[in-house]
């Protein structure tokens, strides 16, 4: 079966950092993108990047170029996401979604890891 | 970057036909896929390509296009259909990213 499994659930104060993961199995990790979505509390979803883990060839969403860091290691099937100082508007689930090779849209989903931000 | 509009909100009576609608550029050279979302629930497929439905998707949902507007239509929606629906299309950039509708809320009366 295949499947992206998320960590857990993180609570974080404004200006510390944070890296989640998505790890994926049942299928070959190094030959499919692996996207981010974004969805703030009571909002709607928001495409935030995407990586190839073969060979870490990443792309961003404009408003989240320089916001977050994508990043992959192949060796454990793993994708990350990653902010260097949090902020209370970064509170949000973040989903790690792979692609459809024949349509490009999210087809697997992982559960979502819910990111609070909060002094 | 692309946009996708979404109505935000739209209700039917059980068992009435509802058409969800979504407009962008990019649906002129692309096929919107739509997504179902239930509180605390992932989204999930329902819709992708030219019409075509995952396994586990009931057939009383189905997709069209027509010029930059994409619609999904619930032919005898069902108390279980209500939901966010949302959705999704390639980026005009052509870079593999993509683009979501901002959601519909369905409400089933």
């Known amino acids: 079966e295949v499947q992206l499994v998320q960590s857990g659930a993180q609570v974080k104060k404004p200006g510390e950092s944070l890296k989640i993961s998505c790890e994926g199995s049942g299928y070959s990790f190094t030959i499919y993108w692996i996207g981010w979505v974004r969805q703030m509390p009571g909002k709607g979803l928001e495409w935030m990047g995407i990586i190839y883990p073969g060979d870490s060839d990443t792309r961003y969403s404009p408003s989240f170029e320089g916001q977050v860091t994508i990043s992959a290691d192949k060796s454990i099937s793993t994708a990350y996401l990653q902010w260097s100082s949090l902020k209370a508007s970064d509170t949000a689930m973040y989903y790690c979604v792979r692609p459809s090779p024949v349509t490009t849209a999210p087809d697997i989903w992982g559960l979502g890891t819910m990111v609070t931000v909060s002094s | 970057s692309s946009e996708l509009t979404q109505d935000p909100a739209v209700s039917v009576a059980l068992g009435q036909t509802v058409r969800i609608t979504c407009q962008g550029d990019s649906l002129r050279s692309h096929y919107a896929t739509w997504y179902q979302q239930k509180p605390g629930q992932a989204p999930v497929v329902v819709i992708y390509?030219?019409?075509k439905r995952p396994s586990g998707t009931p057939d009383r949902f189905s997709g069209s296009s027509s010029g930059n507007t994409a619609s999904l239509t619930i032919t005898g929606a069902q108390a279980e259909d209500e939901a966010d629906y949302y959705c999704n299309s390639r980026d005009s950039s052509g870079n593999h990213l993509r683009v979501f509708g901002g959601g519909t809320k369905l409400t089933v009366l």
């Open positions: 390509g030219k019409n």
